[in-house]
């Protein structure tokens, strides 16, 4: 199952090593990850999810789509976080971190308001991908704004 995520984002394999993991795929996941804590999607958070991909990552509406179907099939069947945030963190600067930090914000205020819970693991997210404190705090203030 963990070499099927691995392979998924392109993790795994000595043909692999080679290509870069597909970090959009990873930043998406962590997104429905903020989506479905709570137990309830609504449409309006993949349309938000959806719509990050191609406004942050400068992705087409197609391949956005894509992607969110993709990793919600993913999403209902496995909750590993690890790979996910270890391919951000091997990727990502501290500047496009931030980014896809207050993306998570933005995904969790879809619905009109943040549950506990999207709190609780978007706080776990942002350990995980080396965020202090004061970003977290910052990108809630910033993704609240817009």
Request: net charge negative; proline share 2%; no cysteine.
């Amino acid at each position: 199952m963990k070499e099927d995520i691995f392979a998924w984002l392109g993790l795994g394999g000595a043909k692999q090593e080679e290509e870069k993991p597909d970090t959009n795929r990873a930043a998406a996941a962590l997104m429905t990850e903020v989506m479905a804590v709570d137990n309830d999607w609504h449409d309006l958070e993949v349309q938000r999810i959806e719509e990050l991909l191609q406004t942050s990552l400068g992705l087409p509406q197609s391949e956005a789509a894509e992607i969110v179907a993709e990793v919600l099939e993913l999403q209902k069947k496995r909750h590993d976080l690890f790979q996910f945030t270890s391919s951000i963190n091997e990727h990502y600067s501290q500047l496009e971190k931030f980014e896809l930090l207050k993306n998570l914000w933005k995904v969790a205020y879809a619905d009109g308001r943040v549950d506990a819970y999207e709190e609780h693991i978007i706080r776990r997210l942002a350990d995980l991908i080396h965020m202090p404190h004061n970003q977290f705090i910052k990108a809630k203030i910033d993704a609240r704004q817009h």
